[in-house]
């Protein structure tokens, strides 16, 4: 790693990069290896791969505890744990979700033949916008599915009353917001249900993997059986159902990350600190803030970068940064609505959706967790002021 004194050292004008090593967002949060390892060789000796083993049996406790929620079913990955929920509540016709998300909360439906209904988000929270909400309902629609982006939960009162008036459905994608809450409450009992992911990218992950939580025993059960193809007991079928399972190993991942969890959670939370106080007062540029009153994993490093203000745009600057190995990302662009296969279909034609189309023009991803610590984020941050400070120049060059 070396600092950056002159715009001329900057690695898009030729100078070498800042980092030798690419620092990436979302690097896996890895727990003790031997306690790993223990857990694997478990799985060898008891010779029980899957089929809801012991080791789910415990992780599903465990995050049932932790998220103070009746029911936690296990499942193979987050998108197939959409798919399960919005099936096991009946959600059909149409769906509302926000389009500032990853693709997989509108492909989960979409894949089902039910159409997701892009909503826009509140600019001040990023979040679903209960407003805009509750004027896209029609006879056709069954369900709001709000997203809690980057564990910073939506307005979950605000759609539980629209839920409630329009007697719709309601599910919270909270795959960002393992350990958060929302008003003091942990996420997991809001709403039908919720759904957790353990992708490798996530705060804690089972290499691949997800959650539904819900307080819902008749809808717990019916998950379960989907689940596992819809097998009631060893012979008798009474859903249809899909493998959803979780496997030994993947358990094993989980509950030994959820060991370490508030190690992972201090270190983004030492490093969002760190970026904050380095990147104040920088023109045009603002660290997305965390409610500190809430519990927050801390996994999603967040800037917006202000052109008008800053004098470069969000794209220069992330490439700037990736030629200095620093690959941040454009969480989330440009939105699902201008994506395929929606953005060629008649049904979303001439949708425009203002405030989730300025967002994913202004956000930046930066790196934070394990890999990243106080000297890293010195470092980056003498980047982007120093391309700030030059911002004129670098735009006649690039
Ligand atoms: C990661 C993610 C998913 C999908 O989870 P997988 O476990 O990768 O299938 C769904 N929605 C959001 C918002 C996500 O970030």
Known sequence: MRDKEKVS??????????????????????????????????????NWLTNNGPLV?????????????????????????????????????????????????????????????????????????????????????????GVHLWGRA?????????????????LFDASHAFGCSSQGEMIGGFGNAEV??????????TF????????????????????????????????????????????????????????????????????????EGVPGIKVVPYNEKEKCNYQYLVLTVDEKVAGISRDVLSRILHAENVLARRYFFPGCHRMQPYASMPFYKGLRLPETEKASSQLLALPTGLAVGESEIHSLVKIIKLSLAHAHELKSKL
């Open 9 to 46: 050292d900057l690695a898009i004008l030729g100078g070498p990069p800042a980092f030798h090593e690419k620092l990436h967002v979302g690097r896996p949060n890895i727990g003790d290896r031997e306690k790993l390892f223990e857990r694997f060789r478990g799985v060898l000796d008891r």
């Open 57 to 145: 049996q415990e992780f599903e406790k465990k995050i049932q505890e932790l998220h103070a929620v009746k029911h936690c079913i296990a499942i193979c990955n987050g998108t197939v744990a959409l798919e399960i929920v919005t099936r096991a509540v009946g959600l059909s016709g149409e769906v509302i979700i926000p389009s500032f998300t990853f693709i997989a909360t509108a492909h989960a439906l979409q894949w089902q033949e039910i159409t997701p209904v892009f909503c826009d988000i509140n600019p001040q929270t990023y979040n679903l916008d209960p407003e805009q909400v509750e004027k896209l309902i029609t006879p056709r629609t069954t369900g709001i599915m």
């Open 154 to 170: 939506c307005d979950v009162s605000a759609l539980t009353a629209i839920a409630r008036k329009h007697n719709l459905k309601l």
């Open 196 to 205: 957790l992911s353990f992708h490798a990218t996530k705060v804690l992950n």
């Open 208 to 279: 691949e993997g997800g959650a539904i939580l819900t307080n819902d025993d008749e809808l717990a059960k019916r998950i379960r059986y989907m689940r596992n193809f819809g097998f009631q007991d060893y012979d008798t079928v009474v859903y249809l159902g899909i493998n959803g399972k979780m496997n030994e190993i993947c358990a094993a991942m989980g509950l030994t990350g959820m060991e370490s969890f508030e190690k992972f959670q201090a270190t983004n939370y030492r490093n969002y600190q760190a970026y904050s106080r380095a990147l």
